[in-house]
């Protein structure tokens, strides 16, 4: 078996061997830092004198000049000797397909992995946190102070944000003192206070049975996305198939039921694995990922599309198609090349095919999607708030790649064999494009000849690409808000006893208004409103969303409700947000 070695190296500098070092395993890359100090991986291949287990994988940490190990206790015993592993089966011998989001933080502090990793001995897998190459924390301890809180169970590392303020873990075990099922749950684990919540929060005796695959958290660990086979809200989900929640303080909400053989639910192949499930910057307002799932009422094929859900306005639409295409024998991918995700440079910040906001989806289809689509070959597409536009040739025999994209969107990058400028003259070899909004690359101005004039060269000019039209509408946004009458007494005494919010809004342009109104229902704040409208022009409207079950019950017994009720606008980057109290009667 070939060995596989990780070198650490700087402009000017030899190059440092981390390791292994001549020993027949492979190696998977786990993390690296922001300033490239500390990188972790995973290995078959004792590497100190101190890895002594009998059995499984280690994690190692290059750390400096270092090389120290992961999995041990404050003494520098190892935790296990059957080894640690990143995740659920994201053993070394692979690529780590089920590798779970940041399992090193970006400043390289923390390290989240989950010992023994393999079955050892009867012991139950555990989910840790190495901090600062110091101590080390169990965050899959049980909180639950119940007598009845059930035995052990192996609990798993599923991903954390990226900086490592908060974890992810599965587990059958109750963790804590709401969970009173032998279903597998996900919990959040927040470093700074060590306290546990559990996310997978259904109807009242609902199994959650979440998946022991990957969860996909926000950048601020707020908002977590997951797969369960349990179906978490009356009437959304399919039992025993891969439904995708979303979770946070207000609760849980759906989005959609995947294929049992979508790329997220199996971990493979691996190029789709790592790089078809994305979730937006900031707060994870948006997710995007690939299934072959009918998932709305425009895909009637079986062939596999992406989809793009937006949390606020809890609306999921598809964007491999516009109306009367898409649904053609032809699938999709939204994967970068396989060089890159196998091994990416620095996986805690491996590059992604949406954009930071989540405005932007790149992809690739050999179905022709637009009517400058001219070929049957594979052309390159890029979605941008519902608008797609093409960025390869769309005609000819010559297929495209999309190469990666800028973090922004602004600039994607596509290979081809096809000359899709004037100076590109070699005869069919293979090249990467630039594709700018605004323009790309400037072409080099031809060389100087005494036989001919300026008129006989190649004229410079960039390769740009069109934005989709509703991209010029969408730049045009403003920072304004939703105008909101604030509701008198007599309006807030209506709403308490009829049991539905009335909002007047006044949107200064068309486009889609929702409401979500959260409030404090016994231990946790909740969803306890929800709704939209379109504005079909500038002016008043009105919006209406009923109450929820436990708010009504609340109200109907004597009790408040502080609202915390946030409108938001499609076209407007701010949200309008106002607090109501609702009283019931006494």
Same mark, same amino acid.
């Given at each position: 078996?070939?060995?596989?070695?990780?070198?650490? =190296?700087?402009?000017?500098?030899?190059?440092?061997?981390?390791?292994?070092?001549? $020993?027949?395993?492979?190696?998977?890359?786990?993390?690296?830092?922001?300033?490239?100090?500390?990188? &972790?991986?995973?290995?078959?291949?004792?590497?100190?004198?101190?890895?002594?287990?009998?059995?499984?994988?280690?994690?190692?940490?290059?750390?400096?000049?270092?090389?120290?190990?992961?999995?041990?206790?404050?003494?520098?015993?190892?935790?296990?000797?059957?080894?640690?592993?990143?995740?659920?089966?994201?053993?070394?011998?692979?690529?780590?397909?089920?590798?779970?989001? $940041?399992?090193?933080?970006?400043?390289? #502090?923390?390290?989240?992995?989950?010992?023994?990793?393999?079955?050892?001995?009867?012991?139950?897998?555990?989910?840790? +946190?190495?901090?600062?190459?110091?101590?080390?924390?169990?965050?899959?301890?049980?909180?639950?102070?119940?007598?009845?809180?059930?035995?052990?169970?192996?609990?798993?590392?599923?991903?954390?944000?990226?900086?490592?303020?908060?974890?992810?873990?599965?587990?059958?075990?109750?963790? !804590?003192?709401?969970?009173?099922?032998?279903?597998?749950?996900?919990?959040?684990?927040?470093?700074?206070?060590?306290?546990?919540?559990?996310?997978?929060?259904?109807?009242? *005796?609902?199994?959650?049975?979440?998946?022991?695959?990957?969860? +996909?958290?926000?950048?601020?660990?707020?908002?977590?996305?997951?797969?369960? $086979? *349990?179906?978490?809200?009356?009437?959304?989900?399919? %039992?025993?198939?891969?439904?995708?929640? &979303?979770?946070?303080?207000?609760?849980?909400?759906?989005?959609?039921?995947?294929?049992?053989?979508?790329?997220?639910?199996?971990?493979?192949?691996?190029?789709?694995?790592?790089?078809?499930?994305?979730?937006?910057?900031?707060?994870?307002?948006?997710?995007?990922?690939?299934?072959?799932?009918?998932?709305?009422?425009?895909?009637?094929?079986?062939?596999?599309?992406?989809?793009?859900?937006?949390?606020?306005?809890?609306?999921? &639409?598809?964007?491999?198609? /516009?109306?009367?295409?898409?649904?053609?024998?032809?699938?999709?991918?939204?994967?970068?090349?396989?060089?890159?995700?196998?091994?990416?440079?620095?996986?805690?910040?491996?590059?992604?095919?949406?954009?930071?906001?989540?405005?932007?989806?790149?992809?690739?289809?050999?179905?022709?999607?637009?009517?400058?689509?001219?070929?049957?070959?594979?052309?390159?597409?890029?979605?941008?708030?519902?608008?797609?536009?093409?960025?390869?040739?769309?005609?000819?025999?010559?297929?495209?790649?999309?190469?990666?994209?800028?973090?922004?969107?602004?600039?994607?990058? /596509?290979?081809?064999?096809?000359?899709?400028?004037?100076?590109?003259?070699?005869?069919?070899?293979?090249?990467?494009?630039?594709?700018?909004?605004? =323009?790309?690359?400037?072409?080099?101005?031809?060389?100087?000849?005494?036989?001919?004039?300026?008129?006989?060269?190649?004229?410079?000019?960039?390769?740009?690409?069109?934005?989709?039209?509703?991209?010029?509408?969408?730049?045009?946004?403003?920072?304004? #808000?939703? =105008?909101?009458?604030?509701?008198?007494?007599?309006?807030?005494?209506?709403?308490?006893?009829?049991?539905?919010?009335?909002?007047?809004?006044?949107?200064?342009?068309?486009?889609?208004? !929702?409401?979500?109104?959260?409030?404090?229902?016994?231990?946790?704040? #909740?969803?306890?409103?929800?709704?939209? %409208?379109?504005?079909?022009?500038? =002016?008043?409207?009105?919006?209406?969303?009923?109450?929820?079950?436990?708010?009504?019950?609340?109200?109907?017994?004597?009790?408040?409700?502080?609202?915390?009720?946030?409108?938001?606008?499609?076209?407007?980057? #701010?949200?309008?947000?106002?607090?109501?109290?609702?009283?019931?009667?006494?």
């Amino acid at each position: 078996m070939e060995a596989g070695s990780l070198y650490r =190296g700087s402009p000017g500098e030899p190059l440092t061997l981390l390791g292994p070092d001549g $020993h027949a395993a492979l190696l998977s890359v786990l993390g690296v830092s922001d300033d490239a100090r500390h990188v &972790v991986f995973q290995t078959g291949s004792g590497l100190l004198p101190g890895d002594t287990r009998t059995q499984g994988d280690q994690i190692y940490e290059y750390v400096g000049t270092s090389l120290r190990l992961v999995a041990v206790d404050a003494g520098g015993e190892l935790l296990s000797p059957c080894g640690a592993t990143a995740g659920w089966g994201s053993g070394s011998s692979t690529s780590s397909p089920n590798l779970p989001p $940041h399992p090193l933080s970006r400043d390289g #502090r923390r390290i989240f992995f989950t010992s023994p990793a393999s079955a050892c001995g009867g012991s139950f897998a555990r989910a840790f +946190m190495r901090e600062d190459g110091a101590t080390t924390t169990e965050i899959s301890a049980s909180q639950c102070t119940r007598p009845d809180c059930g035995a052990p169970a192996d609990a798993i590392f599923s991903g954390a944000n990226p900086d490592g303020s908060a974890a992810f873990l599965a587990t059958t075990q109750q963790l !804590t003192n709401d969970d009173v099922d032998d279903s597998r749950d996900l919990y959040r684990y927040d470093v700074a206070s060590g306290t546990l919540s559990r996310v997978s929060v259904g109807s009242p *005796g609902t199994a959650a049975d979440v998946m022991p695959v990957r969860a +996909m958290p926000s950048d601020d660990g707020r908002r977590v996305y997951f797969l369960a $086979h *349990g179906v978490l809200m009356p009437g959304r989900g399919t %039992t025993g198939m891969p439904n995708l929640y &979303v979770g946070d303080d207000d609760g849980v909400r759906f989005v959609g039921t995947l294929a049992a053989d979508d790329d997220w639910p199996t971990g493979y192949p691996l190029e789709d694995a790592l790089q078809e499930v994305a979730v937006s910057s900031g707060g994870g307002g948006r997710i995007m990922f690939v299934t072959s799932a009918p998932l709305t009422a425009d895909d009637t094929d079986v062939h596999r599309d992406v989809y793009l859900y937006d949390d606020a306005e809890a609306r999921l &639409v598809r964007v491999s198609g /516009v109306p009367g295409s898409g649904n053609g024998p032809f699938g999709v991918k939204a994967s970068l090349p396989w060089i890159l995700i196998s091994r990416p440079p620095f996986p805690t910040d491996t590059p992604s095919s949406l954009s930071e906001g989540g405005r932007r989806v790149f992809f690739s289809t050999a179905e022709a999607l637009l009517p400058e689509d001219a070929n049957s070959v594979v052309d390159v597409y890029e979605w941008a708030d519902g608008s797609l536009g093409l960025l390869s040739a769309g005609t000819g025999a010559d297929g495209a790649t999309l190469s990666g994209a800028s973090a922004d969107g602004s600039t994607a990058f /596509v290979s081809t064999t096809a000359g899709l400028v004037p100076w590109d003259d070699d005869r069919g070899d293979a090249d990467i494009y630039a594709a700018r909004l605004g =323009g790309g690359f400037p072409a080099p101005s031809p060389p100087p000849s005494p036989a001919c004039d300026d008129a006989c060269g190649v004229s410079p000019r960039r390769l740009s690409r069109p934005d989709p039209a509703s991209l010029a509408r969408h730049e045009r946004r403003t920072a304004a #808000r939703l =105008g909101v009458r604030r509701p008198g007494r007599a309006a807030l005494r209506r709403m308490s006893t009829s049991g539905r919010l009335t909002l007047v809004v006044l949107a200064p342009r068309p486009g889609r208004v !929702t409401v979500v109104a959260t409030a404090r229902v016994g231990r946790r704040a #909740r969803t306890v409103a929800r709704g939209g %409208t379109r504005a079909r022009r500038a =002016g008043r409207l009105a919006l209406r969303p009923r109450l929820s079950a436990a708010a009504r019950r609340r109200l109907a017994k004597g009790g408040s409700l502080d609202l915390r009720v946030v409108l938001r606008h499609s076209r407007l980057d #701010r949200a309008s947000v106002i607090r109501l109290t609702l009283a019931g009667a006494k």
